[in-house]
């Protein structure tokens, strides 16, 4: 007689009439391939953990995003928000899909010149900006984007010294009624501190005033948030035109849009929540198209928008390590994913799906991760079939800022690969060794003896 | 072990302690085990039973068992001299 698949004994207690939140199955059927490449395949070849991106999704991101703005607006250009996911395998797809770079730091700007961004197509964006990366941006003639007075004042003598005339855009924030206000970075709309600027810009005339930037939040689920910045970014080019017959050559709108994944304490899925591209596009485009440019003077519009275009194409795949039963009675999973690699579980409630076949039954779930440390929590709660140390998991949406913000912390950093069209995982990068960790790392030669 | 006498289990892995009113449900071989536990089988015998029928090794058997029995004994379905 064949033996029968086994599965670890579970009892459940049953509730009526109570409603819970976390009581949806996460998933009904398990995930055994990520676009035609098996899971226990891929973990098996490149080690567990590991990130893995659908080619395919990027590219439908990107596209499907792009013809949202193309089909409401004449003048669209997408720019790859490189903080959101920097390594340059996925950089390389948004520049061939015709993204420009949007970067925030020397680090990154130096990373989208070696992905080939000619240095007139990268947004050179942040508060930190060094006298050095000012020049460098000049000389590649990059639009930057003035975040302060201080570097205003900088850039103008750097100008000034170089005898040129640098491409800049500065950078408003706004009152959009959504709170918390962003109006940490760039110039304050409502105090006039945005007039301000422009002012001074336009009187020194040391500077290219090309462009204006927002960004008013992040996983902003209100298009007409961005209704009302548009309206208010297009007030602004229009009054700086009837001021000083300049036109405005962009409108940057910055990025924010929520991708597909659900926020902690959110009692709907993301799924079913988060708005689609398209809506944010109709509010932008319509505020834009209604504001009053003149057909000739209607600014290019920039988005910057990352984590709704990366979000869903990444996955995190890993592995049981043990089952263990809390004082309270709740079930605890310890997983080999921890959030030094997952950043962002801790505020999503990630999907979070078995990679092996699986019955009917299910239980609540604590999922912590392999570092020992307190907080280490995958999912504080969630709705899982009994799975045995060893079996395999697939976490979902993790495609934005897990990898560029993910720290060796007691493990390293696990491999990354992409699946083609084809179904071929291709390598983006390593798993890291002890010897990249410590590659920077110098003992004096007064702390070389060990007694040991 | 035993399971208290007045536990009602059902084939469709239903289960009702009358005593406090409270129901839960199991899977498969939850099933069989709290059906052998309902009928006095040793754990031997359960352990060799189940390593049987599924695909089990004794290590998977030994801390699956320690968990079931112990959730048992929390939601108070074991006998009390237990």
Request: one cysteine or more; hydrophobic letters at 35%; glycine letters at 6%.
């Amino acid at each position: 007689m064949e033996k029968k698949l086994y599965e670890r004994p579970i009892i459940r207690p049953l509730n009526t009439g109570l409603m819970n939140k976390y009581g949806n199955r996460t998933e009904y059927m398990p995930v055994t391939h990520i676009e035609g490449a098996s899971v226990k395949e891929m973990l098996k070849k490149y080690g567990s953990p590991l990130f893995v991106f659908s080619e395919r999704q990027i590219r439908e991101n990107i596209r499907s995003a792009k013809r949202a703005f193309e089909t409401r607006y004449p003048k669209v250009q997408f720019a790859w928000s490189y903080k959101t996911n920097y390594l340059n395998g996925i950089c390389s797809i948004f520049h061939q899909e015709g993204s420009w770079a949007e970067v925030v730091s020397r680090m990154e700007y130096d990373k989208a010149l070696h992905n080939g961004v000619s240095g007139d197509k990268i947004l050179f964006n942040g508060p930190d900006k060094t006298d050095a990366d000012l020049r460098e941006a000049i000389k590649n003639n990059s639009p930057i984007h003035i975040d302060h007075l201080d570097e205003l004042y900088r850039l103008t003598e750097i100008a000034t010294e170089l005898n040129v005339k640098p491409r800049v855009a500065i950078r408003v924030n706004m009152d959009v009624g959504v709170y918390p206000m962003w109006d940490r970075f760039g110039f304050n709309y409502e105090s006039g501190q945005a007039w301000d600027a422009i002012n001074k810009i336009m009187a020194t005339g040391k500077l290219n005033l090309i462009g204006l930037h927002t960004h008013i939040g992040t996983y902003m689920l209100s298009p007409n948030a961005y209704g009302v910045a548009g309206y208010k970014m297009a007030d602004l080019a229009i009054g700086i035109q009837q001021k000083f017959n300049t036109t405005i050559q962009y409108i940057d709108m910055g990025g924010g849009f929520a991708s597909k994944n659900t926020l902690k304490g959110s009692y709907l899925k993301g799924t079913d929540i988060v708005p689609e591209v398209a809506e944010y596009a109709e509010a932008i485009c319509t505020s834009l198209l209604n504001a009053g440019f003149r057909n000739n003077d209607l600014p290019t519009l920039f988005l910057e928008t990352g984590r709704a275009l990366i979000d869903d194409a990444g996955f995190l795949l890993g592995t049981v390590i043990a089952n263990k039963r809390l004082s309270d009675g709740r079930k605890a999973t310890i997983l080999d994913i921890g959030v030094n690699i997952l950043f962002t579980s801790f505020w999503y409630d990630h999907k979070i799906s078995p990679a092996q076949e699986f019955g009917s039954h299910t239980e609540d779930t604590v999922l912590y991760g392999p570092l020992c440390m307190n907080i280490d929590v995958v999912r504080e709660n969630v709705t899982l079939p009994p799975m045995n140390a060893g079996d395999n998991i697939v976490i979902h949406h993790v495609g934005a800022y897990d990898i560029t913000q993910s720290m060796q912390f007691i493990s390293l950093r696990p491999a990354v690969v992409i699946v083609d069209k084809m179904a071929n995982p291709h390598l983006l990068k390593r798993s890291e060794t002890l010897e990249d960790m410590q590659r920077n790392e110098l003992v004096p030669e007064h702390l070389k003896h060990n007694k040991n | 072990m035993k399971l208290r006498k007045n536990v009602a289990i059902s084939d469709s892995g239903f289960i009702f302690n009358p005593s406090t009113g409270d129901s839960y449900s199991v899977n498969p071989v939850g099933m069989e085990m709290l059906t052998l536990l309902h009928e006095g089988t040793p754990k031997e015998k359960i352990k060799s039973q189940i390593m049987r029928d599924y695909v089990c090794d004794e290590s998977t058997f030994e801390k699956d068992y320690y968990d079931f029995t112990l959730m048992l004994r929390n939601y108070k379905l074991l006998e009390e001299d237990e």
